[in-house]
């Protein structure tokens, strides 16, 4: 047995409590950071999923999107749903094969890259249902509205979802036009046509965080309207026990690194520990289907 003589003794407890304390110390200036950084960024008069009387925890989600990597604005909500026992799945309008490249492949192998950067995301989202379309990155609007009905209703008939998620019609949450058009092509189809589908997640940010993104995304500061605006956030999920999962879902776009970094700003850099415990709600507008207070078109749209 090893004996410590007093003097050694007494500099090691000095030691132990020394780190101790400087632990204690940083552990209290990082839940400082945390509740302020998090008011900062986050609404909470907007009511979580657990406590908003018009929510419904889904069975079946089909989350769609214009293209590869959109997801990551809502890749918290989708891991909690299916750890919640929903089945999830992804469709993507097309290949983002205009998109950047980030010098991992020449521009005619980046729609296959992208493809398989998804089906990442889809073993990442719990095993999620994959669908990819082939219609021009870019020029989303260019497809006619009742083509893109056509194979939205026939992946709704398939899945048979409760829950869709998509973006709203007149920003694409930050004035993508493709956003845009699968917006558009979602909800009115789905106002003309339920298909069992008895919420619609519009996807929004809070006015906090809309604040925040003028700020420090370029992508977001050249093409968001104030005139036009967001729909209201009406419904947050928490998804902060999520984050590593999210944070990888994000890696998982190697070739959009630099895209994923402007519009999540040091999300590669900072620990997902600490990173969705700041951002740890995504937001919905929130619309119920197929009830009394079914919405019109003209509630839908701007």
């Known amino acids: ?43 909470p008069t907007v009511p979580l999923s657990s406590r908003n009387p018009d929510y419904a925890s889904p069975r079946s989600v089909l989350a769609i999107f214009a293209h ?26 097309t ?6 490249t980030g010098g991992l ?20 989202t719990g095993d999620a249902s994959l669908t990819v379309l082939r219609y021009p990155d870019r020029r989303l609007d260019s497809v ?7 194979e939205i209703a026939a992946r709704l008939d398939s899945a048979r979802p409760d829950t869709v998620v998509c973006f709203d019609d007149a920003l694409g949450l930050y004035g993508h036009p493709d956003h845009a058009w699968s917006g558009r092509a979602t909800r009115e189809l789905l106002v003309r046509d339920r298909h069992g589908v008895r919420q619609l997640a519009v996807m929004t940010l809070c006015d906090r965080q809309i604040a925040l993104a003028l700020k420090v995304s370029r992508t977001f500061r050249e093409r968001f309207r ?31 690194r630099a895209v994923i970094d402007d519009v999540q700003p040091l999300v590669t ?34």
Not at 95 to 100: C, F, N
Not at 227 to 247: C, D, F, H, Q, S
């Open 95 to 100: 290949r983002g094969e205009d998109g950047p």
């Open 269 to 302: 850099h900072v620990p997902a520990w600490f990173y969705y415990r700041v951002f740890s709600r995504e937001y919905y507008n929130l619309i119920r289907l197929g009830t009394d207070r079914d919405v019109s078109m003209q509630e839908v749209s701007p």
């Open 226 to 256: 104030p005139e036009t605006g967001l729909p209201p956030a009406t419904l947050a999920m928490r998804i902060a026990p999520y984050g590593n999962v999210k944070k990888k879902i994000c890696l998982a776009h190697r070739s959009q």
């Open 68 to 93: 590869p990597d959109d997801e990551i604005m809502v890749a918290g909500s989708l891991v909690a749903w299916r750890k919640a026992g929903a089945s999830i799945h992804l469709l993507y309008l």
């Open 105 to 124: 492949v020449n521009r005619d192998g980046l729609g296959d890259l992208r493809e398989q950067e998804l089906a990442r995301v889809a073993r990442l």
């Open 144 to 150: 006619p509205l009742p083509t893109l009905q056509s």
């Open 1 to 43: 047995m090893i004996q410590c003589a007093p003097v050694e003794l007494r500099a090691l407890t000095t030691g132990i409590a020394c780190i101790g304390s400087v632990s204690v110390a940083i552990i209290a200036t990082l839940s400082v950071a945390n509740l302020i950084l998090f008011h900062l960024v986050n609404d």
